[in-house]
């Protein structure tokens, strides 16, 4: 794959169908008789609704980034900006008793996207293949009893774990405990099979020796986010159903992301984010620390980011996210888990957040002056300082510039519980331009999803 490219799609198409034609066409109808339906029920008062909606809608998003962006007075405008746009909105379209004709509306809108959606999806597999395993005849488990608020101890893990034949290593101290030497010290000892309880910053770290030695890792949800046992499928809420993959397990070949010799499953951010990681307070007051620091932090003019893909370089960021496969479908606003997590290709998300204007704009698109998208297999980013911070996996280290990350293709043998929630198929992305092709017997691409 070539570097520097956008979050992949397919190089293929697909001809369109004869029902996706007509349900393109029903879309397509559906929006322009939502618009008549407005303007000729309502007449001057419905275009006023439309014209009062973006108003409020732009009001609301400008407040809201004064709000996070701002200190002092600005923020606190910002605040009572946002509260008055949402007043606006209910007092407006209260006011103008046009409930039934804003229903009619609304149904058709909801039509018009159910349609879009289908007529732009075609079958693919989103999900990846799996394998029906043997039981670990050793397997052992590392448990943060302190993790998660301690889910350890609330779903009593360790003691499920060792009814099916783990031994478990609970981390309760007293002092550091090196989870690397222990890990080792394990597989030596004929270990089999490596697992975690804890958060995603230790699942990095043993994922790391499972895949040096080719072993299955298992993945308990016992985290505060558990956002790599989301990609996975795994219920965050009960722990304790990770557990059964001890027991009847099928496994999975993920992709494992590198920063420098270091081995992350979720991402490695740098710049804004990293330096509020970097924080005493973050792990106690996360929202409050965020909170205090991000003004400083989006108006800084300090030392610039550069991110370098293949031929690509995107200079002057304030903070560059890199995830062990792409989030999201393209759009800033699309971001929050990964469809797959073995497709060999790092994401980058590199952002620059200075107005108002360019947070909209981060919302609305991939790429322009606001955020760049990009995947590669090998990321470079740069810095006119000797060392930055960097979050890995929610750890805060700072590691000497230039920062080189890669990625290990299919190298993590994922061991999961069959039976487990899974992941919701990918939406499909409704883009208007296409909708308009396949409706007069234009092809469709399969793989842009979102």
Same mark, same amino acid.
């Not at 075609?122 to 993790?147: C, D, L, Y």
């Given at each position: 794959?070539?570097?520097?490219?956008?979050?992949?799609?397919?190089?293929?198409?697909?001809?369109?169908?004869? $029902?996706?034609?007509?349900?393109?066409? *029903? @879309?397509? %109808?559906?929006? +322009? =008789?939502? &618009?008549? /339906?407005?303007?000729?029920? !309502?007449?001057?008062?419905?275009?006023?609704?439309?014209?009062?909606?973006?108003?409020?809608?732009?009001?609301?998003?400008?407040?809201?980034?004064?709000?996070?962006?701002?200190?002092?007075?600005?923020?606190?405008?910002?605040?009572?900006?946002?509260?008055?746009?949402?007043?606006?909105?209910?007092?407006?379209?209260?006011? $103008?008793?046009?409930?039934?004709?804003? *229903? @009619?509306? %609304?149904?058709? +809108? =909801?039509? &018009?996207? /159910?349609?879009?959606?289908? !007529?732009?999806?075609?079958?693919?597999?989103?999900?990846?293949?799996?394998?029906?395993?043997?039981?670990?005849?050793?397997?052992?488990?590392?448990?943060?009893?302190?993790?998660?608020?301690?889910?350890?101890?609330?779903?009593?893990?360790?003691?499920?774990?060792?009814?099916?034949?783990?031994?478990?290593?609970?981390?309760?101290?007293?002092?550091?405990?090196?989870?690397? @030497?222990?890990?080792?010290?394990?597989?030596?000892?004929?270990?089999?099979?490596?697992?975690?309880?804890?958060?995603?910053?230790?699942?990095?770290?043993?994922?790391?020796?499972?895949?040096?030695?080719?072993?299955?890792?298992?993945?308990?949800?016992?985290?505060?986010?558990?956002?790599?046992?989301?990609?996975?499928?795994?219920?965050?809420?009960?722990?304790?159903?990770?557990?059964?993959?001890?027991?009847?397990?099928?496994?999975?070949?993920?992709?494992?992301?590198?920063?420098?010799?270091?081995?992350?499953?979720?991402?490695?951010?740098?710049?804004?984010?990293?330096?509020?990681?970097?924080?005493?307070?973050?792990?106690?007051?996360?929202?409050?620390?965020?909170?205090?620091?991000?003004?400083?932090?989006?108006?800084?003019?300090?030392?610039?980011?550069?991110?370098?893909?293949?031929?690509?370089?995107?200079?002057?960021?304030?903070?560059?996210?890199?995830?062990?496969?792409?989030?999201?479908?393209?759009?800033?606003?699309?971001?929050?888990?990964?469809?797959?997590?073995?497709?060999?290709?790092?994401?980058?998300?590199?952002?620059?957040?200075?107005?108002?204007?360019?947070?909209?704009?981060?919302?609305?698109?991939?790429?322009?002056?606001?955020?760049?998208?990009?995947?590669?297999?090998?990321?470079?980013?740069?810095?006119?300082?000797?060392?930055?911070?960097?979050?890995?996996?929610?750890?805060?280290?700072?590691?000497?510039?230039?920062?080189?990350?890669?990625?290990?293709?299919?190298?993590?043998?994922?061991?999961?519980?069959?039976?487990?929630?899974?992941?919701?198929?990918?939406?499909?992305?409704?883009?208007?331009?296409?909708?308009?092709?396949?409706?007069?017997?234009?092809?469709?691409?399969?793989?842009?999803?979102?």
């Amino acid at each position: 794959m070539p570097y520097g490219q956008r979050v992949p799609e397919s190089r293929s198409t697909l001809p369109s169908t004869q $029902s996706q034609r007509w349900l393109a066409r *029903l @879309a397509l %109808l559906a929006v +322009l =008789a939502a &618009a008549v /339906l407005m303007v000729a029920s !309502a007449g001057y008062t419905g275009l006023f609704l439309v014209v009062t909606g973006l108003i409020g809608a732009s009001a609301l998003l400008v407040g809201m980034f004064w709000f996070l962006a701002r200190r002092g007075i600005i923020r606190w405008v910002g605040l009572v900006l946002a509260a008055c746009a949402i007043a606006f909105l209910i007092y407006s379209y209260a006011r $103008s008793d046009v409930t039934w004709v804003a *229903l @009619a509306t %609304l149904g058709l +809108l =909801a039509l &018009a996207l /159910l349609a879009a959606r289908v !007529a732009l999806t075609v079958g693919h597999q989103h999900w990846m293949p799996e394998t029906t395993v043997t039981k670990a005849s050793r397997p052992f488990i590392v448990m943060n009893p302190r993790s998660g608020g301690g889910k350890v101890v609330k779903f009593d893990l360790a003691a499920k774990a060792e009814a099916l034949g783990a031994e478990v290593a609970l981390l309760d101290g007293p002092g550091y405990v090196d989870v690397a @030497a222990l890990v080792r010290a394990a597989v030596a000892d004929g270990a089999d099979l490596l697992g975690v309880a804890g958060g995603d910053g230790t699942q990095a770290l043993v994922a790391g020796i499972a895949a040096e030695h080719d072993l299955p890792f298992l993945v308990i949800s016992a985290g505060t986010r558990n956002h790599f046992a989301l990609d996975l499928g795994l219920d965050r809420n009960d722990p304790s159903g990770c557990v059964e993959a001890l027991r009847d397990g099928v496994e999975v070949k993920v992709d494992l992301g590198m920063i420098g010799d270091r081995p992350f499953v979720n991402n490695a951010s740098f710049g804004a984010y990293a330096q509020i990681v970097q924080s005493p307070e973050y792990r106690d007051n996360k929202e409050g620390t965020i909170l205090s620091m991000l003004p400083d932090l989006l108006t800084d003019d300090g030392a610039a980011l550069s991110v370098r893909v293949g031929d690509t370089t995107v200079s002057g960021r304030q903070a560059i996210l890199v995830s062990n496969n792409p989030y999201g479908s393209g759009r800033l606003i699309d971001l929050g888990r990964r469809n797959r997590l073995d497709q060999g290709v790092l994401g980058v998300v590199a952002g620059r957040l200075a107005t108002a204007g360019s947070a909209i704009g981060m919302l609305r698109r991939a790429n322009g002056k606001s955020v760049r998208m990009l995947t590669g297999t090998r990321v470079v980013i740069e810095s006119d300082a000797a060392e930055i911070p960097v979050g890995i996996d929610g750890e805060a280290l700072s590691i000497p510039t230039p920062v080189v990350c890669t990625i290990r293709p299919r190298a993590l043998r994922v061991r999961l519980p069959r039976d487990r929630p899974g992941v919701p198929p990918p939406k499909t992305r409704i883009e208007w331009d296409r909708l308009w092709r396949v409706a007069f017997g234009g092809s469709v691409d399969p793989a842009r999803t979102g």
